[in-house]
């Protein structure tokens, strides 16, 4: 069974910038779109990037384009997202997984932006 773990997360001034891995057991990995959510606390997870098979298409929630992008290593099985201009309301655990949810879901990152 596929499992995901999720890193790079931490405590960001406003303005700042990380990128986060996740890195998946499995060669599978590579067969499917990937997503990079997010649940901040009291509110639903939500889909924050995705990223096709083969790396080419992104798409990404309003609130994050032009600040946050989205690749993969299919050689890696690890996704990452580069996260710039990184803004109060962007605080929340970050995790990876299919757009399907087809993989459990792991323990996620905490990203916590704040001066």
């Known amino acids: 069974q596929v499992q995901l773990v999720e890193s790079g997360g931490g405590l960001v001034q406003p303005g700042g910038s990380l990128r986060l891995s996740c890195a998946a057991s499995g060669s599978i990995f590579s067969t499917y779109t990937m997503g990079w959510y997010r649940q901040a606390p009291g509110k639903q997870r939500e889909l924050v990037a995705t990223i096709s098979r083969g790396g080419n298409l992104a798409t990404f929630l309003e609130s994050v384009k032009g600040r946050f992008t989205i690749s993969r290593d299919n050689a890696k099985n690890t996704l990452y997202m580069q996260m710039n201009s990184l803004k109060p309301e962007d605080t929340a655990v970050y995790y990876c997984?299919?757009?399907?949810?087809?993989?459990?879901w792991g323990r996620g990152t905490q990203v916590t932006v704040s001066s």
């Open positions: 997984n299919t757009l399907t949810s087809a993989f459990p």
